[in-house]
C-alpha cells in the first residue's frame, strides 16, 4: 500500500511539474512578444528618423554642393570639374548616412536578447527537472 500511495504523489508532482512547466512556457510567450514589439518600435523609429533625415538633408545638402561648385568654380577649377567634385563630395556624405541608418537596423540590435536569455534559463530548469 505504501508503494500506491508513493506512486500517486509521484504522479501528482509530474502533472504540477507539467502545468508549471506550460505556465513557464506561457509566460515566455508573452516575454518573446513584448520584447518583439518593442524591437519592432524600435525599428520603426530608427526608420522615421532615417527618412526625416533625407528630408531635412536634401535641400541643406543641395544648398551645400552648389555653394561648394560654385567655391570651386572661383577658384580656378572649370565648371565641370568644380560640379563632379561637389557631387563626389555629396555621394561620401550619402553613403556615410546610409552607413549609419543600416548600423541602427542590424539584427544584433534588434534581436530579443532577454527572452533568449530567459529561454536558455528555463532550458537549464527543464533539465534540472529531468534528472
Given amino acids: 500500500m505504501s508503494f500506491q500511495d508513493t506512486s500517486r504523489s509521484i504522479s501528482a508532482l509530474l502533472g504540477d511539474a507539467l502545468l508549471q512547466l506550460g505556465g513557464l512556457v506561457q ?3 508573452r516575454l518573446a512578444r513584448a520584447e518583439l514589439s518593442q524591437k ?17 538633408m536634401i535641400p541643406a ?17 572649370s565648371p565641370a570639374a568644380s ?4 557631387a563626389a563630395a555629396g555621394a561620401v556624405v550619402s553613403v556615410v548616412l546610409a552607413m549609419i541608418g543600416m548600423n541602427c ?3 544584433e540590435k534588434l534581436a530579443p536578447k532577454v527572452t533568449m536569455k530567459e529561454l536558455g534559463r528555463d532550458v537549464a530548469s527543464v533539465k534540472e527537472m529531468i534528472k
Wanted: aromatic share 10%.
Fill in 83 to 86: 560640379h563632379l567634385t561637389a
Fill in 61 to 77: 545638402l543641395v544648398m551645400l554642393l552648389i555653394g561648394f561648385a560654385l567655391w570651386l568654380a572661383q577658384n580656378g577649377f
Fill in 105 to 107: 537596423l542590424k539584427s
Fill in 40 to 56: 519592432v518600435s524600435q525599428a520603426g523609429t530608427g526608420i522615421a528618423f532615417l527618412g526625416a533625415a533625407a528630408v531635412v
Fill in 27 to 29: 509566460n515566455e510567450v
